[in-house]
């Protein structure tokens, strides 16, 4: 009979917060026997790669904006954090900026979100219409009421980051195996190992289920039941036949609209729907640009009218129905299941702060930041965080 291998930590998922939480348990406790359990190496399904990769200040609940001042610190100093030897990874972190349009019925919180930002000491500057325009002229701002604009927000390479994370993790001692986690053991209120698809069983008084949208498929193995969703959200990349005259920040209509500058002179374009599917579907549909949001589109950028769909994608988020935000740290209800799931659409931005908060708080070190709002507890106890304004 073969030896079962036991771990310290099984990590099941390997994207931005199985990597990043991997990494910094093996940073702080060497020696600790940390595996990540992925299914697709490849990555094709993860959102983590099917982001717009934005990392931005702009929001509203404090938490939420300190993790974001942590991921600009991290992302400074990654490529040297993150060298292995003489690789050192190249992630080609632009900060072309936010910037958010407010329409009079959304000045109050805009307002409130901007002065929390400022508090905090974060660098973002309120905008009259004409300032926009100013600074953008293909821009229509006539009916906006303000903007505010985050200039050290901005986009990086997603992958990099990822592989980056995957490869100094190794570099330390994480294990990372290509399997399927199809089951948590439990015992007397206790895990007790994963069970993975090709019949090997880890045993491991610590899971942290970093899965993303398929994250509570695997919690309900355990009995735990997670109100978090995959829904669709698809991205278009668009060939305008006018081009601005330098990068576009991430800018974001009052209707969620939102478009940013992408390398080789290309557009990237979103918008989360009211109607976008809940499920594991991945086909994208020019037609939801050309019928739905390309009217919306050139209303704000009259130039546009003429353009081309390069291409599309859909990725899922994994929408938290609690109350669109993280779910974070061990399940009251089972000891040793670690949760990191929920993240609604902003997590990669995330990912440096949480694996580090995860990690501090299954090795027991002092929290660098305290993310136990963000805490388990709340969707036992039906008790929504709100962001209060933009999201
Ligand atoms: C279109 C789109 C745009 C986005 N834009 C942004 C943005 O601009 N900024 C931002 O911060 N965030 C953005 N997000 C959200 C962000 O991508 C996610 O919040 C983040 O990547 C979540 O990371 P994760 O590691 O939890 O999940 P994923 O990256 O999905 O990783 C989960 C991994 O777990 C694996 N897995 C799942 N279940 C199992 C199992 N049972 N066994 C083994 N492996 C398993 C999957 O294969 C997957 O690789 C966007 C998302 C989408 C879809």
Not at 121 to 144: D, F, H, K, M, N
Not at 214 to 241: E, N, Y
Not at 300 to 316: E, N, T
């Given at each position: ?51 717009m990769s ?36 190249r992630i080609f972190f632009r900060?072309e ?57 901005g986009h990086f390479d997603a992958y990099a ?76 990349a668009l060939d305008?036949?006018?081009k601005p005259?330098g990068p576009l920040?991430l ?8 478009f940013r500058s992408e390398t080789g002179g290309l557009i990237l ?41 390069v291409r ?80």
């Amino acid at each position: 009979m073969t030896e079962k291998r036991s771990f310290d930590v099984v990590i099941t998922g390997g994207g931005i917060m199985g990597s990043s939480t991997a990494y910094h348990l093996v940073k702080m406790a060497p020696g600790l026997k940390v595996v990540v359990v992925e299914r697709d190496p490849t990555y094709a399904r993860a959102s983590t790669t099917l982001s717009m990769s934005n990392v931005r200040i702009q929001f509203s609940l404090k938490e939420n904006i300190q993790i974001s001042q942590v991921a600009f610190e991290v992302l400074e100093r990654f490529e040297d954090e993150m060298a292995v030897g003489d690789r050192r990874p190249r992630i080609f972190f632009r900060r072309e900026g936010n910037l958010f349009l407010h329409a009079e019925g959304g000045l109050e919180a805009a307002r409130r979100a901007f002065e929390l930002q400022r508090r905090l000491g974060c660098r973002v500057e309120w905008w009259s219409p004409q300032e926009v325009r100013a600074r953008y002229p293909l821009y229509e701002t006539e009916g906006y009421a303000a903007a505010t604009f985050g200039p050290d927000d901005g986009h990086f390479d997603a992958y990099a980051v990822l592989m980056a994370y995957r490869g100094k993790a190794k570099s330390l001692g994480a294990e990372f195996v290509t399997g399927e986690a199809v089951r948590i053991q439990t015992r007397k209120g206790r895990v007790e190992a994963v069970a993975l698809e090709s019949g090997e069983v880890l045993p491991t008084s610590c899971v942290v289920n970093c899965g993303g949208a398929w994250a509570a498929d695997l919690a309900a193995t355990a009995g735990v039941k997670l109100p978090v969703i995959p829904v669709k959200r698809q991205v278009f990349a668009l060939d305008t036949a006018v081009k601005p005259e330098g990068p576009l920040p991430l800018t974001v209509l009052p209707s969620g609209l939102y478009f940013r500058s992408e390398t080789g002179g290309l557009i990237l374009l979103g918008k989360s729907l009211a109607e976008d599917p809940v499920g594991f579907d991945f086909r994208w549909e020019e037609k939801r640009f050309t019928e739905i949001l390309w009217p919306e589109l050139v209303e704000f950028v009259p130039a546009w009218d003429r353009l081309k769909i390069v291409r599309g994608w859909a990725g899922l988020y994994d929408v938290n129905t609690l109350d669109g935000n993280a779910i974070l740290g061990e399940w009251p209800e089972l000891k040793g299941l670690y949760l990191a799931t929920g993240f609604s659409g902003h997590g990669l931005q995330q990912g440096p702060a949480v694996g580090r908060y995860l990690a501090e708080r299954i090795t027991g070190a002092p929290l660098s930041l305290d993310l136990s709002l963000f805490g388990p507890q709340r969707i036992l106890e039906n008790r929504p965080l709100s962001e209060g304004g933009i999201v």
